[in-house]
């Protein structure tokens, strides 16, 4: 579609979701994964075969510097070598400490719903200015600490297409979606967490080359699929891309339109950066492309993302 600002704002209002679960929500579609969903999901664990989404947290991350994000930085407090030379007797115990300095979004993470603002608003209608230099007041990751597990479905688009990754540039629309799902035997419902598979992560480990990953071109969510994301009533939604939207951004009027209407209108929980080549090959073997999924952000007060390591079990 052709996209311009007047027609993101028109969606915008047409999909906004504020004052739906009351005026201090700050949960926004998490709401859709009730207890009896988490309940349901449980009953897919079936081998106990668990599944690691995130990519490893260290120096060889898909930072570049763009938007001030740098890889991990991992610093030793105290080491082995420390204790074999003695610097430890005072202490009458060895041991080993360390520490990590390091973007909240730099790798696998959650946006929370503080992370994208709509004009001077936040999810649920907030003001923006209640996020400050002391973090955010409203919508902060720690909110939802307790509520990223449920029934997790898995949409390999790029094999969909029969192919290893997706082009950048390849807008996904909502048929696709649909297909992916019909093809899989999978119905998505509401409350589940949906895995968007591009394969754009899988083919940046095989070349051992980020190139422009971060930040860059890539295939990804087409500005149509909000339709689809409201109407199917969708928990959260994540990729295996730095930005989960189709880049370039389907209009030069705005930045990451996508998420203009996502996160602050929709409030939707939106997961990026998640490795899911071991559970795409796993759901190829098997068939089986739904499972009981976790992935709890850490609880950094006033935090507007979080790193999370996701857990998909069969």
């Known amino acids: 579609m052709a996209l311009n600002m007047a027609g993101l704002r028109k969606k915008a209002e047409e999909l906004r979701n504020w004052g739906k679960w009351g005026p201090d929500d700050e949960l926004g579609?998490?709401?859709?994964?009730?207890?009896?969903?988490?309940?349901?999901?449980?009953?897919?664990?079936?081998?106990?075969?668990?599944?690691?989404?995130?990519?490893?947290?260290?120096?060889?991350?898909?930072?570049?510097g763009r938007f001030n994000r740098f890889n991990p930085i991992h610093t030793m407090l105290a080491t082995g070598l420390d204790h074999c030379a003695g610097k430890q007797e005072h202490i009458k115990i060895g041991y080993s400490d360390?520490?990590?300095?390091?973007?909240?979004?730099?790798?696998?993470?959650?946006?929370?719903?503080?992370?994208?603002?709509?004009?001077?608003?936040?999810?649920?209608?907030?003001?923006a200015k209640l996020v400050s230099s002391?973090?955010?007041?409203?919508?902060?990751?720690?909110?939802?600490?307790?509520?990223?597990?449920?029934?997790?479905?898995?949409?390999?688009?790029?094999?969909?297409?029969?192919?290893?990754?997706?082009?950048?540039?390849?807008a996904i629309m909502p048929e696709e979606l649909?297909?992916?799902?019909?093809?899989?035997?999978?119905e998505v419902r509401?409350?589940?967490?949906?895995?968007?598979?591009t394969g754009q992560m899988g083919d940046r480990l095989r070349r051992k080359d980020w190139g422009t990953y971060s930040g860059g071109d890539a295939p990804g969510?087409?500005?149509?699929t909000l339709d689809?994301?409201?109407?199917?009533?969708?928990?959260?939604?994540?990729?295996?891309?730095?930005?989960?939207?189709?880049?370039?951004?389907?209009?030069?009027?705005?930045?990451?339109?996508?998420?203009?209407?996502?996160?602050?209108?929709?409030?939707?929980?939106?997961?990026?950066i998640f490795y899911l080549e071991e559970l795409a090959e796993d759901c190829a073997k098997d068939g089986v492309h739904e499972f009981f999924?976790?992935?709890?952000?850490?609880?950094?007060?006033?935090?507007?993302g979080s790193p999370v390591n996701p857990l998909a079990i069969k």
């Open 293 to 304: 999924f976790a992935g709890q952000p850490l609880p950094f007060t006033g935090a507007v």
């Open 228 to 272: 689809w994301i409201q109407s199917k009533r969708i928990a959260a939604v994540a990729t295996d891309t730095w930005g989960a939207e189709v880049r370039p951004n389907q209009t030069d009027e705005a930045f990451q339109p996508w998420h203009w209407v996502a996160i602050p209108n929709i409030g939707l929980s939106v997961g990026e």
């Open 190 to 197: 509401q409350g589940d967490f949906v895995l968007v598979r």
């Open 178 to 186: 649909d297909a992916a799902a019909q093809k899989a035997g999978v």
């Open 221 to 224: 969510l087409a500005f149509e």
């Open 29 to 64: 579609t998490l709401n859709y994964a009730t207890p009896a969903n988490v309940v349901a999901a449980a009953g897919l664990i079936r081998t106990g075969k668990s599944f690691a989404l995130a990519l490893p947290y260290d120096a060889n991350g898909p930072q570049t």
């Open 134 to 170: 002391s973090g955010a007041e409203k919508n902060g990751i720690e909110k939802v600490r307790n509520r990223m597990v449920g029934r997790g479905v898995l949409l390999d688009i790029a094999r969909l297409k029969g192919k290893d990754t997706l082009e950048d540039g390849y």
């Open 98 to 127: 360390d520490s990590i300095t390091m973007p909240l979004q730099c790798g696998t993470q959650w946006d929370a719903l503080s992370h994208i603002f709509y004009d001077d608003k936040m999810w649920n209608g907030y003001d």
